[in-house]
């Protein structure tokens, strides 16, 4: 679902790919407390996902591997299939163990962060990003 809501300008813009609602409330409360943070939009499927990254052309997506329709490997292939411009992906899953984390790299993902232990750690990464992006990013910056 992309947000109604307009991203100001110079706001860092991400786009959530989470099926479990409860995480995907997380997210979205913590990122909205990183100033320069913007939320774009959401789905729990990768059709959805992918057209909509493409779509909204994100700064930023943070995926989950397993999803209620396909997969995060969907997401992150079909994004990079169809998209001029890749967002920086960034995969939260709880499926930590090999070959998950080197086909994710394989597929573009710059970070990869269990879900059950890493959160804290993704933010203070995402804040990180954000304050890079505040410093570099152009006055008349324009995702259009």
């Known amino acids: 679902m992309i947000e109604s809501q307009a991203a100001p300008k110079r706001a860092y813009r991400v786009y959530l790919v989470e099926d479990s609602s409860i995480l995907l409330r997380l997210l979205q409360e913590m990122l909205a407390a990183i100033p320069g943070t913007f939320v774009v939009g959401h789905s729990d499927s990768a059709e959805e996902a992918i057209a909509e990254i493409v779509e909204t052309k994100p700064d930023a997506i943070i995926v989950d591997l397993l999803l209620q329709h396909g997969t995060g490997y969907d997401v992150l292939e079909g994004v990079a299939m169809q998209s001029a411009r890749l967002p920086l992906s960034i995969v939260l899953t709880n499926f930590t163990m090999a070959p998950h984390p080197g086909r994710?790299?394989?597929?573009g993902?710059?970070?990869?962060?269990?879900?059950?232990?890493?959160?804290?750690?993704?933010?203070?990464?995402?804040?990180?990003?954000?304050?890079?992006?505040?410093?570099?990013?152009?006055?008349?910056?324009?995702?259009?």
């Open 104 to 107: 994710a790299a394989r597929l």
């Open 109 to 144: 993902a710059a970070y990869f962060f269990d879900k059950s232990s890493e959160i804290a750690r993704m933010f203070r990464v995402i804040t990180q990003l954000v304050d890079d992006h505040r410093r570099y990013a152009k006055p008349n910056c324009n995702h259009a």
